[in-house]
């Protein structure tokens, strides 16, 4: 797992579904969503980690398209 896809598929297996019409804002969203998965205990720190980063890395990616 090394990408945004990924991370909304593992979403998705918690029947959160994403897509607000600007890709910074679905990243962002998803963020918010790995959190609160992660503050519930679905997600092992392991996972938790590595969706940040893929996250965290796509943002900085979109924001300078954005510029």
Do not use: C
């Not at 797992?1 to 598929?9: E, P, S």
């Not at 205990?41 to 510029?67: D, N, V």
């Amino acid at each position: 797992m090394d990408k945004f896809y990924d991370v909304l598929q593992e979403l998705k297996k918690y029947d959160i579904y994403i897509h607000l019409g600007k890709r910074l804002w679905d990243i962002e969203l998803a963020a918010l969503e790995i959190d609160n998965l992660y503050k519930a205990g679905l997600l092992t720190p392991q996972k938790y980690s590595k969706f940040k980063l893929i996250l965290a890395h796509e943002h900085q990616l979109e924001s300078k398209l954005i510029r």
